[in-house]
């Protein structure tokens, strides 16, 4: 059955607390108005001593997340706006993800934090950034963006499971488009990169919602490209990249954040340390403030024709 990606998750959150009693849902709105984007509509009213709306404090209620985990339960955390992820840095950075590691391995903590990002809702400056370069540099910690409602339910899951901190960016421009979700709970494995679609001339890695627009550019060429999606992006599959790179020879990697110390850098240089020895670009989104105006936000992040300017560069240069 197709859901969009808003009731995947939904249908998730609801199989997760019906299946473990120690999961349990906190954040800003969650209870009677569902969250900040209706992920978690409706859920209070089956679980009310276990959809807990908080005050605003991103600080203090990922503190509290960290410090119930520590104690068995497991915390599912909405940041409303990933950019809000800035102000709980200090609990996700320096407590949560070090735990593990000051403990000597005997303490956990099984959070998942769950935020919306990215542009292509007029957001503007604070509500539409990128964020998940900046929190693919910290050890201890799991950061994942789903691209689809099946691998949004299925990251949940795996996530929620797992006894480490997960991070999960949720790009909120797809909250609305649909796939086929299976009813019944299953998981996609953390830090495992998938082939979208197949191809032998040019690989794409492209990451969050740039993997509809890497399908979209992928039906106007003629000629054969393989897309492939990290879903983590740390820890990264770098061995599934490499593996299509050098099949295909040519790479071009999309991301929505920005190019500038991020993610597509260190995609192109674990490549190039493989041995890669291919073509390959990036595209990125540019180096400044999500603007509020629609028009100058789509162009802000790559677009259709850009992707295809640059794969016509990447052709030509043979």
Known sequence: MN?????????GLRQLLTTMPEAYILGEDVGTYGGGFGVTKGLVA??????????????????VATGSALLGKRPILEIQFSDFLTVAIDQIVNEAAKIHFLSNGQQSVPMVIRAASGSGT??????S???ENWFSHVPGLIVAMPANAYDAKGILVSAVRNNNPVLIFEPKSLYKTSAHVPDELYEVPLGQAKT??????????????????AKKVAEQVSISIEIVDPITISPLDIGTLVSSAKKTGRVLILTEATKQSGISSEILAQLIEAGFSGKI????????????????????????????????TLLRDD
């Open 3 to 11: 859901k969009t990606y808003l009731q995947a998750l939904n249908e």
């Open 46 to 63: 089956d679980f009310p001593d276990r959809v807990l709306d908080t005050p605003i404090s991103e600080a203090a209620i990922t503190g």
């Open 122 to 127: 007029g957001a503007s400056a604070q509500h």
């Open 129 to 131: 950034q990128s964020f």
């Open 196 to 213: 979208v679609v197949s191809g032998d001339d040019l690989t794409i890695i492209a990451i969050g919602r740039m993997v509809e627009v």
């Open 281 to 312: 670009k990036r595209l990125g989104g540019k180096f400044m403030p999500i603007s509020a105006a629609k028009f100058v936000e789509l162009g802000q992040v790559p677009t259709e024709i850009e992707i295809l300017e640059t794969i016509d």
